[in-house]
């Protein structure tokens, strides 16, 4: 059974850090793109990250970018992100998500996991 | 950036009819289109993909049509698990991929 299971959510300070996890079973994880997408609370959904399945392509959404840093262990079958100077408008749900397209250029999401919730709040 | 505009935000559906949705990229995407299914306090769960292509174990109540920049997802004979939130979301010119809005599915 192919699952994606998030860790390391909770309750951080404005500017401050955290640190999520995502291991994924049931797969060969390093054949596969993974993303990060969250969904603030009562809000949509917002595509966060994007890194290949070797690590070396690595995208973000503008709102994140210089202080987010996605980045995969194969050996570990994990993903992670690493996430700095944190911002009230960065709390949300965090979903690890499974690139399904079997193509380079085109990304769409299955399965997702059931999502880490990051607090930023003083 | 392609902006996805779903409508209506809202949909009010008597059990056993058909749901028709609505979603609009700001420029062609060509048939590089999913929706996603978000039932309260549950993850999305992929639909459809290639604006068309129901993803694996999807029944064919669910359908998708469109190309360009018109999208539709139509579900037929609506059940109580049917009610949720939709979400269409284009892969065709990224980064940044994008989502809709969301079309709330809700009992009339």
């Known amino acids: 059974d192919v699952q994606l299971e998030e860790s390391g959510g909770g309750l951080v300070q404005p500017g401050g850090s955290l640190s999520l996890s995502c291991t994924a079973s049931g797969f060969s994880f390093s054949s596969y793109d993974m993303n990060w997408v969250r969904q603030a609370p009562g809000k949509g959904l917002e595509w966060v990250s994007y890194?290949?399945?070797?690590?070396?392509?690595?995208y973000y959404a503008d709102s994140v970018k210089g202080r987010f840093t996605i980045s995969r262990d194969n050996a570990k079958n994990s993903l992670y992100l690493q996430m700095n100077s944190l911002r009230a408008e960065d709390t949300a749900i965090y979903y690890c998500v499974r690139d399904a397209s079997v193509y380079f250029d085109f990304c769409w999401f299955d399965p997702w996991g059931q999502g880490a919730l990051v607090t930023v709040s003083s | 950036e392609i902006v996805m505009t779903q409508s209506p935000a809202t949909l009010s559906v008597s059990p056993g009819e058909r749901a028709t949705l609505s979603c609009r990229a700001s420029?062609?995407?060509?048939?590089?289109l999913a929706w996603y299914q978000q039932k309260p306090g549950q993850a999305p769960r992929l639909l459809i993909y290639d604006a068309s292509t129901r993803a694996t174990g999807i029944p064919a109540k669910f359908s998708g049509s469109g190309s360009g920049t018109e999208f539709t997802l139509t579900i037929s004979s609506l059940q109580s698990e049917d009610f949720a939130v939709y979400y269409c979301?284009?892969?065709?010119?990224?980064?940044?991929?994008?989502f809709g809005g969301g079309t709330k599915v809700e009992i009339k």
């Open positions: 890194i290949s399945n070797g690590g070396s392509t690595i």
């Open positions: 979301q284009q892969y065709n010119n990224w980064p940044p991929l994008t």
């Open positions: 420029q062609s995407i060509s048939s590089h």
